[in-house]
């Protein structure tokens, strides 16, 4: 407990909740691993988990056509995975594969909600650090795609 | 500045009367040409504009081509919100699509009203990470397409 408590503390999404919300959200997650090569979250499944990765390595990746992928992301310790999907309850768009052994900790949909919504100044500083996450993503994703039209045109 | 007009903005669209009456007073509104600039990437971001009437063409800057529109939004969508955010500047070009009509809240307003009213404020920023979540979705179905056209 104390040491999902501490994964929970060093997280992004989580890092400015207070204590006991930390210690709620602690006791509803669960620590799971993955092997280097396994899906966590598979693109067009439902979004019913929030992942916290605690260790190791996970690529985003967008599946391009049956065989290939395009890594869009590259996530860490203290990275959340499947923010989007679990804030609007649509399917994940990307699929989270474990590019290097992964230990995290895994917290349903249903649990977070609960969690955030115990508290209006949770909800406050969960939305506030979600907004500065999403607002990283953006930037990175425009990139991306500045790259890739930068392709096209030449 | 009448609270229908602000209730069109998806970022209002769940508030209460009394809601609006608190960004009501906050809100300014400006009218700009077809072609005007709006704000340009790489500048400090001061606002967080409202479309009310009009569209507006996101563009950035692709090297060795030029400026290429990579969005166009459209009444009841905003922009300007993540250099409010981040305190970042601005990350790409705006031009009025015809004649716009905009609303915008300076920084000092948006900061006050989240920091004042904490149910109006989350309201407020959940509304924001809905529609982040929907443009960060066609962002990547956008390199999906994008990357496709590159291997033609």
């Known amino acids: ?154 | 500045m009448g609270r229908e007009e602000l209730r069109r903005n998806r970022l209002f669209k769940e508030f209460s009367d009394q809601e609006l009456d608190m960004v009501r007073i906050v809100v300014d509104e400006a009218t700009y040409d077809d072609g005007q600039l709006i704000i340009k990437e790489g500048d400090p971001g001061e606002r967080l504009y409202l479309i009310d009437a009009g569209r507006c063409s996101v563009t950035t800057q692709i090297s060795g081509a030029g400026t290429e529109e990579i969005s166009l939004l459209h009444p009841g969508e905003f922009f300007g919100e993540m250099s409010l955010i981040e305190a970042a500047p601005v990350s790409a070009t705006v031009y009025a699509r015809g004649r716009c009509r905009l609303l915008w809240l300076e920084r000092k307003a948006f900061d006050r009203l989240i920091a004042e009213d904490m149910p109006v404020a989350n309201k407020l920023l959940q509304a924001i990470i809905l529609a982040f979540c929907e443009r960060a979705r066609d962002t990547t179905a956008k390199i999906e397409g994008y990357y496709r056209m590159s291997k033609f």
């Open chain 1, 1 to 154: 407990m104390e040491e999902r408590v501490k994964i929970l503390a060093a997280c992004e999404l989580f890092k400015t909740l207070p204590p006991e919300a930390l210690e709620m959200l602690a006791s509803r997650s669960e620590a799971a691993a993955a092997k280097e090569g396994e899906v966590i979250v598979a693109e067009g499944k439902a979004a019913d988990n929030l992942y916290v990765v605690a260790e190791g390595q996970v690529d985003y990746i967008k599946r391009v056509d049956e065989k290939r992928g395009l890594v869009l992301f590259r996530w860490q310790r203290g990275d959340v995975l499947a923010l989007n999907p679990v804030m609007d309850g649509k399917e994940y768009y990307v699929s989270a594969i474990a590019t290097a052994p992964v230990k995290f900790l895994r917290i349903s949909a249903k649990d977070f909600w609960a969690v955030v919504a115990a508290d209006p100044l949770y909800e406050h500083r969960v939305f506030r650090q979600t907004l500065l996450i999403q607002s990283a993503g953006l930037r990175q994703t425009t990139l991306r795609l500045r790259e890739f039209l930068a392709k096209i045109i030449k």
